[in-house]
């Protein structure tokens, strides 16, 4: 057990680690780094561009200023037009295991056995008034076992991987 609880808190670090560096510090290199490549590659020997800006300071301003527009509407289209961003979607749900079990929290301790309570007691009331055949006695009997399940912490339907 301590040893999954270290392996969990190394791979919580090694995610947080992934998303800071990918997300701000690489991003915010990559940018600087493509200002002054074609700040000193291309507009600096460049007489015309560079009496234009003068020196790196505004080249970089102006640059900003035209390229964060387009920027923010190729973002947009890849959340709201694209494919791409639905298929990661569609792979982020696939990996995670809270789609098969109750998340930690109020959906565990509260909700899940509400749940429980709320078809057993309907099922008791269905049965006492003979108002349930067969098939619906054995669908919700299958309901009160996947909903004792859940509240176990077990998973229903087919995880990708259990955690």
Known sequence: M??????RFVARL???FRMGYATYLTFLLGAVQTLVVVWYLAIK?????????GHFVPFAVVVSAVGIPPTILIGWLHL???PAYSSEVDIGVEANPYYY???PGWTKDAMGPVYLELLVMMRRLLESEELL???DKTRLKELEQKLRLLNEGGFVGSPRRSV
């Open 2 to 7: 301590i040893k999954e609880t270290k392996l």
């Open 14 to 16: 090694w995610y947080y």
């Open 45 to 53: 020997d460049t007489p015309v561009i560079a009496n234009l800006f």
């Open 80 to 82: 709201k037009r694209s």
């Open 101 to 103: 079990k109750y998340a």
């Open 133 to 135: 055949n067969s098939e």
